[in-house]
């Protein structure tokens, strides 16, 4: 079945928002019906961070399409954000399974491991939408807004709005609500001061890795953290990280209600500092 009158991707836009606006576009009442079109199947859970059967979209496009598998799995998925972190092997069956199925996607990624928390609702941009309107005629869900521990707008520098919209995971119940039909509160919350500075470049590292193709192996990536940690004077001799140094550095380079807001159980990296996410460090420095 082909998809009739696609609406073209926008920059930094995920495969659940471009499904949104189409079912809009074709005043569709299920969204199963844009499930089947997009997806070929009308029974598979929305996965909204990291998608799969992304081989038949791109087979149920109009001929005239530009768009590749690889293509929209690098520009329009949370892949690139993940993928400097994972062994090459698994990286490629994680590319795999997003093109054709959706098992076991989190787990690859090596999200569902991973203590840091993960956003619940869709996220906004109240001055992103704004400017998306002047300049394309609607709002979307930006990607980079969906990223765990992104919490400001790193363009516009405000705070992220949640939206009523729930994050899919691969539920069975599929649902595709458009951004234009979901924000409605355009207020703007400034970042507070005491965090301004970290949290904006929290969000800039993470655009940097979305807008990076990275091909390094996982354990060179582990030696120059291992390099970077020593020349701080948190590696022993031996090789061994100073568990209890890096934590109170890192205690006292963010404050415990910046930890909180990022989702890092504070108690919890008392006891094994190992745990803390490595995205603190800028990805250039590597």
Same mark, same amino acid.
């Given at each position: +079945?082909?998809?009739?009158? !696609?609406? %073209? !991707? ?9 499904? @949104?606006?189409?079912?809009?576009? +074709? ?17 598979? @859970? ?6 799969? $059967?992304?081989? $038949?979209?791109?087979?149920? &496009? ?7 598998? %690889? ?34 996607? $989190? ?15 869709? /996220? ?61 509160? +355009?207020?703007? /919350?400034?970042?507070?001061? /005491?965090?301004?500075? &970290? ?59 910046? &930890?909180?807001?990022? @989702? ?23």
């Amino acid at each position: +079945m082909k998809i009739s009158h !696609f609406p %073209d !991707f926008l920059p930094d836009e995920t495969v659940y928002s471009v499904a @949104g606006r189409y079912m809009d576009r +074709m005043q569709f009442r299920s969204p199963s019906t844009v499930s089947q079109h997009f997806f070929g199947t009308s029974s598979t @859970g929305m996965i909204t961070d990291l998608p799969s $059967h992304l081989d $038949h979209l791109v087979k149920a &496009l109009p001929s005239y399409h530009k768009y590749t598998s %690889d293509m929209i799995i690098d520009q329009n998925t949370l892949f690139p954000f993940y993928v400097p972190f994972l062994p090459a092997g698994r990286a490629t069956v994680l590319r795999q399974r997003m093109r054709s199925n959706d098992a076991f996607v $989190h787990t690859i990624a090596g999200v569902t491991k991973s203590k840091a928390s993960r956003i619940d609702w869709l /996220r906004y941009c109240p001055a992103c939408v704004y400017r998306d309107r002047i300049t394309y005629g609607e709002c979307y869900w930006h990607r980079l807004h969906q990223i765990p521990g992104v919490l400001v707008c790193p363009v516009h520098e405000i705070m992220l709005e949640d939206s009523f919209v729930k994050m899919l995971r691969g539920q069975s119940d599929i649902e595709f609500r458009s951004a234009e039909c979901s924000v409605s509160d +355009m207020q703007q /919350r400034k970042i507070p001061t /005491r965090s301004h500075t &970290l949290l904006v470049q929290i969000a800039n590292n993470a655009k940097w890795l979305l807008e990076q193709k990275i091909s390094l192996e996982q354990n060179y990536i582990q030696q120059r953290y291992l390099k970077l940690l020593a020349y701080h004077g948190f590696v022993t001799a031996t090789g061994k990280v100073r568990y209890s140094r890096l934590k109170s550095a890192i205690l006292d380079y963010y404050s415990p209600d910046l &930890l909180e807001d990022l @989702g890092c159980n504070i108690r919890e990296l008392a006891k094994d500092p190992s745990s803390f996410a490595p995205s603190i460090i800028h990805p250039v420095s590597l």
